[in-house]
Antibody
Framework: EEQLVQSGAEVKKPGESLKISCKGS????????IGWVRQMPGKGLEWMGL????????RYSPSFQGQVTFSADKSIGTAYLQWSSLKASDSAMYYC????????????WGQGTMVTVSS | EIVLTQSPGTLSLSPGERATLSCRAS???????LAWYQQKPGQAPRLLIY???TRATGIPDRFSGSGSGTDFTLTISRLEPEDFAVYYC?????????FGRGTKLEIK
């Protein structure tokens, strides 16, 4: 079964760094992109960007460029989303999702990682 | 950036009724890159429709998508209790995805 499994919920303080993960299984990791989607409490879905597991090529939404960093370890089929200095406004649910190809719909979703940033 | 406007914001219907959800784009969208998702409380979104009109694996045939250019529609022919959720459209253009703000389908 093809699936994405995300790391667990995080509680952090403003200014701290954080790296969350999304691990694929049941398919050839290096053939696919992984997308990241933010959902703030009670709000809609926001596309953050994409990373290609094969060569770590990235696409960032202009809204998130410079605010987060995508990385990947293709040897273990895992994509990462990283913050160097968290803000309270980063508190949200973060989903990873896999399209069939760049531009395609997100056919597989992770279960989400809840990030809470509070002093 | 292409903006997707979904309407209505909230739709109140009863089980058995027909639901029609709209997604309008600020510029022409390739039908190949228009998708619809369903999200229930506490769950990740689920892909319903891709390529504007193709049902994803396992999606019941009461769900259908149509449209082209700037106007797209998701239709649920006969609402089942499990269909009450939030629905999002999504498009891809010029290396960017965008989502609509969603339509909440609630029980009347």
């Amino acid at each position: 079964e093809e699936q994405l499994v995300q790391s667990g919920a995080e509680v952090k303080k403003p200014g701290e760094s954080l790296k969350i993960s999304c691990k694929g299984s049941g398919y050839i990791f290096t053939d696919y992109w992984i997308g990241w989607v933010r959902q703030m409490p009670g709000k809609g879905l926001e596309w953050m960007g994409l990373i290609y597991l094969g060569d770590s090529d990235t696409r960032y939404s202009p809204s998130f460029q410079g605010q987060v960093t995508f990385s990947a370890d293709k040897s273990i089929g895992t994509a990462y989303l990283q913050w160097s200095s968290l803000k309270a406004s980063d508190s949200a649910m973060y989903y990873c999702a896999r399209p069939q190809g760049e531009g395609d719909a997100f056919e597989i979703w992770g279960q989400g990682t809840m990030v809470t940033v509070s002093s | 950036e292409i903006v997707l406007t979904q309407s209505p914001g909230t739709l109140s219907l009863s089980p058995g009724e027909r639901a029609t959800l709209s997604c309008r784009a600020s510029q022409t969208v390739s039908s190949s890159y228009l998708a619809w998702y369903q999200q229930k409380p506490g769950q990740a979104p689920r892909l319903l429709i891709y390529g504007a009109s193709t049902r994803a694996t396992g999606i019941p045939d009461r769900f259908s998508g149509s449209g082209s250019g700037t106007d797209f529609t998701l239709t649920i022919s006969r609402l089942e209790p499990e269909d009450f959720a939030v629905y999002y459209c999504q498009q891809y253009d010029n290396s960017r995805y965008t989502f609509g703000r969603g339509t909440k389908l609630e029980i009347k």
